[in-house]
Structure formats: C-alpha cells, structure tokens
C-alpha cells in the first residue's frame, strides 16, 4: 500500500489569488486604516501623510523577509532585544551573615568545577610534548 506524502508543508497556502491569509488581512487593514484617515481628516496631503507610514507597516508585515524570516518575528525579537537589560555584571559576593564562603560551582556530572593553572613551565613542556609527537608522526 503506498501513502502519499505531502511535500512543501513550510509553504503557505494562496487563498486570496496570490495571497495568503496573513498577507490578505494585512493588506486589508492597511487599506481600511487608510480610508478611515482620508474620511476623517479633509486635506488630501495631510491624510497621505498620516495613513502612509500605516500603510508601509502593513506592506513590511505582509511581503518583507529578512533571512527567511517575516518582518513580524524581526519587529518582535527587536522588541525583545530592547526591552530587557542587556547588561551582564558578574559581581563574586558573600552571603550575609554567614561568613562563608560563596557556593562552588558544579559543573555537568555533579563535580566540583576545576579550572588547572598553566605555569611558563607547563607551558614549555606542554608545546614540547606536541612538537615530538609532530615530528615522530612525520
């Protein structure tokens, strides 16, 4: 028995000729949005300029791609980006009151992290060891 398999799943669907749905309902709104404007306010120039930045953002979030992303993830993971901190400060305190020591950190399988110091020595005999083990290999 054979199935068929479907393909090109990460494509969207056409539904409204060449737009999709998400496409159709930006579009839709910018075009409402714009009419409104030019209902309400009576000069000509002064709604152009008013509805024309709501139009853009609805032309962005309808057809822009910026690496194979919508332009609403972009708008979102921007939102993000600036209303968190961005500042990483590491500061080595002491729990009050205890006077101990602060707690050392484990690393994956529940041991004590280990962070060896490299001396010129060690150094030395280190890039020694490398460079027989090069020449022998040769």
């Known amino acids: 028995m054979q199935f ?3 393909q090109f ?3 969207e669907d056409k539904i409204f000729g060449p737009l999709t749905f998400k496409q ?9 949005s714009a009419f409104i404007v030019y209902k309400l306010i009576p000069n000509f120039y002064l709604a152009l300029l008013v509805a024309s930045p ?12 910026f690496n194979d992303r919508s332009f609403i993830l972009m708008l979102e ?19 009050p009151g205890s006077g ?34 090069e020449t022998i290999k040769k």
Not at 54 to 65: R, S
Not at 100 to 129: C, S, Y
């Open 4 to 6: 068929q398999v479907p």
């Open 9 to 11: 799943i990460d494509i």
């Open 24 to 32: 159709f309902i930006y579009v839709l709104g910018a075009g409402g």
């Open 54 to 65: 709501i139009v853009i953002l609805a032309l962005l979030l309808a057809f822009y791609k």
């Open 77 to 95: 993971s921007m939102f993000k980006y600036y209303s968190s901190s961005r500042i990483f400060l590491w500061k080595k305190t002491l729990r």
């Open 100 to 133: 101990q020591a602060p707690k050392i950190e484990e690393n994956v399988i529940g041991l004590p992290a280990f962070n060896p110091r490299m001396t010129a020595g060690k150094l030395k005999d280190i890039a020694w060891t490398l460079d027989v083990h």
